[in-house]
């Protein structure tokens, strides 16, 4: 510890969601899903190229949900502005809900280091050209086809940026840290578009109004990452 990943390309599209539906997709964790507007959580698909890295080279999907962390107050009830700092303020991170790979050294790293719920899935990543699009498959079903537009150039931070990453596995829930060092960030509001299929994460990505205008899309051109020991909560 930590495992290092030193280059990889990521692609995310965030959406509002009710915050109630929400809820009821992380009610198996015990953790409460962050209210970055009152009655709306985030909720964040992301398409990962790790090229250069401890568990080698490899493909990633996930769904993953703002949350409070556990030691955090009820939610306030204001604005996006002031209830994104207070979330800040208070260390809000990301549970990882569902995440499917191509590779199975990286299935099983994840899943008994970091209790991480990795499974093996097609993922057709497409990231040569302009739009960058992203293709999964699972049990030779689709789940959703994902294509982000590239915004617009922003600064990126100085540092390695700390943030906290939740799993849930076979009943335990952990809090993992972890932290990124992007290089080459891009951001517009908006700029994705989603396709679902027929398997279930599908299905459960239109019970939170999936497709849906995007509140934002993000890709970093490289990034490198860490990954701290998972602490049991």
Known sequence: MPVRVRDATVCSASYLVRAD????????SGLDAAEVLPGRAL?????????????????????????????????????????????????AGFFIHWLPVDQGFTL???????????????IDLRLASPYKRCIVRKDGRLVLDLLVRPGFRVPAPGAATPADA???????????????????????????LVRLGNHPV???????????????TLTVDHTAMAFGEAKAL
């Open 108 to 122: 099983e790293a994840g899943r008994s280091i970091w209790g991480f719920p990795k499974e093996l899935a097609d």
């Open 21 to 28: 539906a929400a809820r009821a997709v992380l009610a198996y």
């Open 166 to 192: 939740y799993s849930h596995l076979d009943g335990v829930t952990r809090r993992i840290p972890w932290s990124v060092f992007p290089r080459g960030v891009q951001a517009r509001p908006g700029g994705a």
């Open 202 to 216: 599908a299905r459960e990505l239109s019970e939170l109004g999936l497709p849906k205008r995007a509140l934002m």
């Open 43 to 91: 909720c964040t698909l992301a398409f990962v190229d790790y090229a250069d890295g401890d568990l080698d080279a490899y493909h990633e999907f996930g769904v993953a949900f703002m949350i409070r962390p556990p030691e955090a107050g009820p939610p306030p009830r204001r604005g996006l502005r002031a209830n994104l700092a207070e979330l800040r303020r208070s260390g």
